[in-house]
């Protein structure tokens, strides 16, 4: 079993940034892929980054050119660096492991855009 543990969520003004901390139990160097994903109030949880095993990433449109996502593999960590944020951007996000075929999720970090 594989457990995920966000962080780094909380209130920020909009056009600024924060940065998301997903720390995983297992080597994620042997995971095929990791994601953040997010989940607003009344809306459907949407993939928001990706990142492979090669370090290749693809983002939602919604936040291309302002989100980062990264690995750090030594210290089994996922990162997403936030900037620019909007007042869309408020969401609970959550860390997914896809372990072919096993999928984990990680409880979620709250994410407040806002003035």
């Known amino acids: 079993q594989v457990q995920l543990v966000e962080s780094g969520g909380g209130l920020v003004q909009p056009g600024g940034s924060l940065r998301l901390t997903c720390a995983a139990s297992?080597?994620?160097?042997?995971?095929?892929?990791m994601e953040w994903y997010r989940q607003a109030p009344g809306k459907q949880r949407e993939l928001v980054a990706t990142?492979?095993?090669?370090?290749?990433?693809v983002y939602s449109d919604s936040v291309k050119g302002r989100f980062t996502i990264s690995r750090d593999n030594a210290k089994n960590t996922l990162y997403l660096q936030m900037n620019s944020l909007k007042a869309e951007d408020t969401a609970v996000y959550y860390c997914?492991?896809?372990?072919?075929?096993?999928?984990?999720w990680g409880q979620g970090t709250q994410v407040t855009v806002s003035a």
């Open positions: 297992g080597s994620i160097f042997s995971f095929n892929a």
């Open positions: 997914r492991a896809v372990v072919f075929p096993a999928t984990y």
């Open positions: 990142i492979v095993s090669g370090g290749s990433a």
